[in-house]
């Protein structure tokens, strides 16, 4: 092989590695409003993000639990957001999403207000839950901040434990 070739693999080694370093330094996240406030979550939590569609009430179980639906064959408890968060119900709108949140075994849905985007922050701009809320319970993983605005980060597992 001559060196030039050596030196063009070499460079795209590199390059690649390059990649995955900063890959590495970057938390990727998926945005939602409730309320006015955003909120998000990791991306790989999500399995799918749907428009809202009927679901079956359930009796005898929490508020904030809207009742269950059916996604392919699998039932999924429908966890209202606003609700569990203490914000007055609102009405669907035609930005409302169903999104479906995964952790190990754990599935729900969650109704949000509105979608907003993917997001990309840098590990060094995530920190800590502030000082308000107490320790390993609280379903806040950090807060993010962007140029423009602060991001709730929220923890899929803490969100999806059952207490019904």
Do not use: C
Request: without cysteine; aromatic residues 6%; charged residues 30%.
């Amino acid at each position: 092989m001559s060196d030039k070739l050596k030196d063009i693999i070499n460079k795209q080694g590199q390059q690649q590695e390059s990649v995955v370093g900063q890959l590495d330094d970057v938390v990727q996240l998926v945005g939602f409003i409730i309320g006015d406030e955003e909120y998000a979550v990791p991306i790989l939590s999500i399995q799918e993000i749907i428009k809202p569609f009927t679901w079956t009430r359930v009796p005898q179980v929490p508020k904030y639990v809207l009742g269950v639906f059916n996604l392919r064959g699998s039932v999924i408890p429908l966890i209202d957001l606003r609700t569990k968060f203490g914000l007055p119900t609102k009405k669907q709108s035609d930005e409302t999403r169903f999104i479906v949140m995964r952790h190990g075994d754990e599935v729900a849905g969650f109704v949000i207000d509105r979608l907003t985007m993917a997001i990309r922050i840098k590990k060094e701009n995530v920190g800590p839950p502030p000082d308000t809320v107490n320790g390993d319970d609280t379903i806040i993983d950090g807060v993010g901040k962007q140029e423009d605005k602060i991001i709730t980060i929220l923890k899929v597992n803490k969100l999806l434990e059952r207490d019904f």
